[in-house]
């Protein structure tokens, strides 16, 4: 199997708070789990990305943690603004030739 | 760089009709990679182009679903005998080569098929 679960599908926070979004992945040989935040009537943008070799990976607010023993990655956005509202979608791929494998998305509400 | 270009935005057919769905993508780019958003399903991958050859269309429904890349500067996904069941937004996505490199998507085209 090459299904890319990712859970919560909604989550709701205080503004200030973290949030984190959890996803698993079935293939082993994945190898490069971007994330991806979709804004209302937007294209999905690419806002971090960690590849195999490296366990967590942090920018601007944004972290990134890898288990590749689990097959399980993780995306934690600390300090949320009202700006961070919107769709969050994770997803992996393995080599050169295979395509990228989304989760099913979390819909990421930041409450005053 | 104006991003990956999708036309329409938005295209109504009546059911039976054919639609053709149009994408450039970003100059440079190698790979072009077509996905279909739904609210119930996600971002179901279709079909991708690597040097415009086709490499993967196990997405693709095989019976009125095709898409073309005939030059590295657009790609078309045609559907014939649209139904109401492929109304949804038609992403189209570049990366600069392989596909373990970011995806550039477009704003897509939504599709409503009555």
């Known amino acids: 199997g090459e299904q890319v679960e990712q859970l919560p599908s909604i989550l709701r926070v205080q503004e200030g708070s973290s949030a984190s979004i959890n996803c698993t992945y079935e293939?082993?040989?994945?190898?490069?789990f971007p994330w991806y935040k979709q804004e209302p009537g937007e294209n999905p943008k690419l806002i971090i990305d960690?590849?195999?070799?490296?366990e967590r990976k942090q920018t601007q607010g944004l972290i990134v943690l890898l288990d590749k023993k689990a097959k399980r990655f993780s995306l934690h956005i600390t300090d949320t603004q009202p700006g961070d509202s919107a769709m969050y979608f994770c997803?992996?791929?393995?080599?050169?030739?295979?395509?990228?494998?989304f989760g099913t998305g979390t819909k990421l509400q930041v409450v005053p | 760089n104006a991003g990956v270009i999708q036309t329409p935005r938005h295209k109504v057919t009546g059911k039976g009709q054919e639609a053709t769905l149009w994408c450039e993508p970003i100059?440079?780019?190698?790979?072009v990679f077509w996905y279909r958003q739904t609210i119930v399903q996600g971002l179901e991958f279709l079909t991708y182009?690597?040097?415009?050859?086709?490499?993967?269309d196990s997405g693709m429904p095989k019976e009125r679903f095709s898409a073309q890349m005939p030059n590295q500067s657009h790609s078309t996904l045609k559907i014939q005998s649209t139904q109401p069941q492929d109304s949804a937004v038609y992403l189209c996505a570049s990366s600069l080569d392989i596909s373990n490199e970011r995806l550039f998507f477009g704003h897509g085209t939504k599709l409503s098929v009555l």
């Open positions: 182009f690597r040097n415009q050859a086709p490499i993967d």
């Open positions: 960690i590849r195999s070799n490296m």
């Open positions: 100059s440079g780019h190698s790979a």
């Open positions: 293939n082993s040989a994945s190898n490069y």
């Open positions: 997803a992996a791929s393995a080599d050169s030739g295979t395509y990228q494998r």
